[in-house]
Nanobody, 125 residues
Framework: QVQLVESGGGLVQAGDSLRLSCAAS????????MGWFRQAPGKEREFVAA????????YYVDSVKGRFTISRDNAKNTMYLRMNSLKPEDTAVYYC??????????????????WGQGTQVTVSS
């Protein structure tokens, strides 16, 4: 099995930056494609970004392209999400997830079998 723990969330002002981290254990990290999702109050869970096992390919939802960067360090069993130029609409609980089925850049949360507990990101105007 896989255990995932997110960290790095917080309260920031619009235009600020944050880096989220996702530490993995319980399975060989490099064997898993990974993704970030977010969920705002009253909204459905939304795909944010994904990265393949080696980090060679990345995928982003249109609303974060050019602002967010997903990366991974397999030697440290850790995935990251650098978020720049944050906007109030980025406010959500952010979840890291490990993909267990589907295409490498899948937007479907059902393709991700392991999830962290989430970390809150709040962006004030």
């Amino acid at each position: 099995q896989v255990q995932l723990v997110e960290s790095g969330g917080g309260l920031v002002q619009a235009g600020d930056s944050l880096r989220l981290s996702c530490a993995a254990s319980g399975r060989t990290f490099s064997s898993l494609s990974m993704g970030w999702f977010r969920q705002a109050p009253g909204k459905e869970r939304e795909f944010v970004a994904a990265i393949t096992r080696s980090g060679g390919s990345t995928y982003y939802v249109d609303s974060v392209k050019g602002r967010f960067t997903i990366s991974r360090d397999n030697a440290k069993n850790t995935m990251y999400l650098r978020m720049n130029s944050l906007k109030p609409e980025d406010t959500a609980v952010y979840y890291c997830a490990a993909k267990t089925r589907g295409y490498s850049g899948s937007y479907d949360p059902n393709d991700y079998g392991y999830w962290g507990q989430g970390t809150q990101v709040t962006v004030s105007s």
